[in-house]
């Protein structure tokens, strides 16, 4: 089946609601779609459709490459994003396909992006979620966090705070992430990666 040419993209930041989660390395998919919204101009409104922010915009230069978008942060906890994200694809009508999933990557060193269509969830419950709720066939912009330190149990490692030192770079990389999501969305997985995959 063809994807209808002025169908939207939908771009998901994955994270925890509420300011105690906002700089967990869990939350990296909120800030970079944050930081989408401001480039757009608008602002995140609850949606009444599903338990989520959203905001509608376009990203892209004027002409044939600007793409309409909509951005998502799902307002259920992390390992629950699967049923919000389908309810807002299907609302809006948006192929599998233009789904993209931005979030935390254990298995990438700290700041370096993995673009993908498709795969696993490596043990990441917002996109064991997704899948459970879609199928694997989305698109997601990995963002490395690495691995944790000693003995440190993964689930403490991701909902702890940037450590300091990374602080330093991550608005810069954040900045990166987002490039890289628009990217993809007005020039294609090909050209996203090879501009990004670090």
């Given at each position: 089946m063809?994807?209808?040419?002025?169908?939207?993209?939908?771009?998901?930041?994955?994270?925890?609601?509420?300011?105690?989660?906002?700089?967990?390395?869990?939350?990296?998919?909120?800030m970079a779609v944050d930081l989408l919204a401001e480039r757009i101009g608008g602002k995140f409104k609850r949606?009444?459709?599903?338990?989520?922010?959203?905001?509608?915009?376009?990203?892209?230069?004027?002409?044939?490459?600007?793409?309409?978008?909509?951005?998502?942060?799902?307002?259920?906890?992390?390992?629950?994003?699967?049923?919000?994200?389908n309810a807002l694809r299907d609302f809006y009508k948006v192929p599998l396909s233009q789904v993209v999933a931005v979030h935390d990557?254990?298995?990438?060193?700290?700041?370096?992006?993995?673009?993908?269509?498709?795969?696993?969830?490596?043990?990441?419950?917002?996109?064991?979620?997704?899948?459970?709720?879609?199928?694997?066939?989305?698109?997601?912009?990995?963002?490395?966090?690495?691995?944790?330190?000693?003995r440190m149990q993964v689930a403490d490692f991701v909902l702890k705070d940037f450590a300091s030192a990374e602080r330093k770079e991550l608005d810069y990389l954040v900045d990166r992430t987002a490039d890289a999501v628009e990217c993809l969305v007005t020039e294609g997985l090909e050209r996203a990666q090879s501009a990004y995959n670090s």
């Open positions: 063809s994807t209808p040419a002025n169908a939207p993209w939908l771009v998901v930041g994955l994270g925890n609601p509420g300011p105690e989660y906002a700089m967990n390395r869990h939350n990296v998919g909120f949606s009444g459709k599903a338990q989520a922010q959203v905001l509608e915009g376009r990203i892209g230069p004027v002409g044939p490459a600007n793409r309409r978008v909509i951005l998502a942060k799902p307002m259920s906890y992390m390992n629950l994003s699967g049923g919000p994200v990557e254990l298995d990438v060193d700290y700041g370096a992006l993995r673009l993908k269509l498709g795969g696993g969830d490596n043990g990441h419950n917002g996109l064991k979620s997704m899948t459970k709720a879609m199928g694997p066939d989305y698109h997601r912009v990995r963002f490395g966090i690495g691995r944790p330190p000693g």
